[in-house]
């Protein structure tokens, strides 16, 4: 048997309306379920806990840039005080190398998990001396889905 192909988190990328958010140190992709309790008499002493809701988020944290239509900071914001839901896909670019940004950018995934989030906090920090930073969160408005790369 192969040894296990290992993914970098360097690779692993959140795109917003299907363009990488610029300059990202950390990414997060979190699913929950939430339960409730379902036991009866016929339970005895234990609980009986039953999935009642899914929900999911993703965050980003990213070094703030200056370029011009780059995803960061100032788009994030406007985006985020439009009050729209945007477009979030969590994978690896499918022009993902070892060097830097490839010439045009990153490329949405063909896999990846995603779907229709609303941005729920953005934070900057410009610390003196530092380069300025952010976070952004996106959580989920309904399901959470999985493309596999077939078929678009």
Same mark, same amino acid.
């Given at each position: 048997?192969?040894?296990?192909?290992?993914?970098?988190?360097?690779?692993? &990328? %959140?795109?917003?309306?299907?363009?990488?958010?610029?300059?990202?140190? #950390?990414?997060?992709?979190?699913?929950?379920?939430?339960?409730?309790?379902?036991?009866?008499?016929?339970?005895?002493?234990?609980?009986?806990?039953?999935?009642?809701? &899914?929900?999911?988020?993703?965050?980003?944290? !990213?070094?703030?840039?200056?370029?011009?239509?780059? !995803?960061?900071?100032?788009?994030?914001?406007?985006? &985020?005080?439009?009050?729209?839901? %945007?477009?979030?896909?969590?994978?690896?670019?499918?022009?993902?190398?070892?060097?830097? %940004?490839?010439?045009?950018?990153?490329?949405?995934?063909?896999?990846?998990?995603?779907?229709?989030?609303?941005?729920?906090?953005?934070?900057? !920090?410009?610390? #003196?001396?530092? #380069?300025?930073?952010?976070?952004?969160?996106?959580?989920?408005?309904?399901?959470?889905?999985?493309?596999?790369?077939?078929?678009?």
């Amino acid at each position: 048997m192969a040894k296990a192909k290992k993914v970098k988190g360097k690779d692993l &990328m %959140v795109f917003v309306n299907d363009k990488a958010i610029a300059l990202a140190t #950390n990414h997060t992709l979190k699913l929950t379920a939430e339960t409730g309790d379902s036991s009866t008499k016929d339970s005895g002493d234990w609980g009986d806990e039953e999935i009642t809701k &899914m929900t999911w988020e993703a965050t980003s944290e !990213n070094l703030c840039s200056a370029d011009e239509g780059a !995803n960061s900071y100032e788009q994030m914001l406007d985006l &985020m005080l439009a009050r729209e839901p %945007v477009e979030v896909k969590v994978g690896i670019p499918t022009n993902a190398t070892n060097d830097e %940004v490839p010439e045009g950018g990153w490329t949405v995934p063909q896999k990846y998990y995603g779907g229709t989030a609303l941005i729920t906090d953005i934070q900057i !920090n410009a610390q #003196n001396g530092d #380069n300025a930073t952010m976070s952004i969160t996106l959580a989920g408005k309904g399901q959470l889905k999985k493309s596999d790369g077939v078929g678009g």
